[in-house]
């Protein structure tokens, strides 16, 4: 009860103080290129249930249709703008929308594609018993992780064999001892994180 109370005054209060600043990337994205201001996908919550994901749209439309990872800050793909909103991960913010919903939480696993749960063994499976989060400990880790899929040879492999497995075990971790003390941390260290210190 008291995370759940916790996201949504979290969520409000973020969402009003930094509206106007919100609103120029709005603007910013909307005259980055074709497309709308959102990008919106399918990812999996809790319970194994499947949820729209809102996101800044950072790269051009049909994007996906080449591949759900992104290999490196430089894809391609991105847009200008978009390249600037996911080094800050200014990208993430319309996922406030999402709590505000009740399909996520501030903090708790990041939610995967389907594609990717259908590979979760039995016990991975366990990181879908909580909401998932905008950020968590595993995002920490692997802050820079479209730098380390840009050097590799076969991303995909790589993200499926080494950064999913490994980012479950944290997330796991999670599950077992969450509290609101630690959720405060991990919020704290994310801020930290994307200001640079």
Known sequence: MYKRLFDILFSFLTLWIFAP??????????FSGEGGIFFFQSRVGKDNQDFRL????????????QGQLTVGARDSRIT????YLRKFKLDEVPQLINVLLG?????????E????????????????SVQPGITDYASLKYFNENELMGNSINP???YI???MPE?????????????????????AKTIGRVLGM
Not at 21 to 30: A, G, K, N, P, S
């Open 21 to 30: 600043f919100f609103l120029i990337i709005c603007i910013l994205v909307l």
């Open 54 to 65: 809102f996101k800044f749209r950072t790269m051009a439309p049909g994007s996906e249709k």
């Open 80 to 83: 200008k703008v978009g390249y």
């Open 103 to 111: 399909d996520m939480s501030v903090v708790g696993p990041r939610p």
């Open 113 to 128: 594609v389907r594609k990717y749960v259908n590979l979760y063994t039995p016990e991975q499976m366990r990181v879908l």
């Open 156 to 158: 995909e492999k790589t």
């Open 161 to 163: 064999e080494e950064i």
């Open 167 to 187: 980012k479950l075990r944290i997330n796991l971790e999670y599950v077992e001892h969450h509290s609101l003390s630690t959720d405060l941390q991990i919020i």
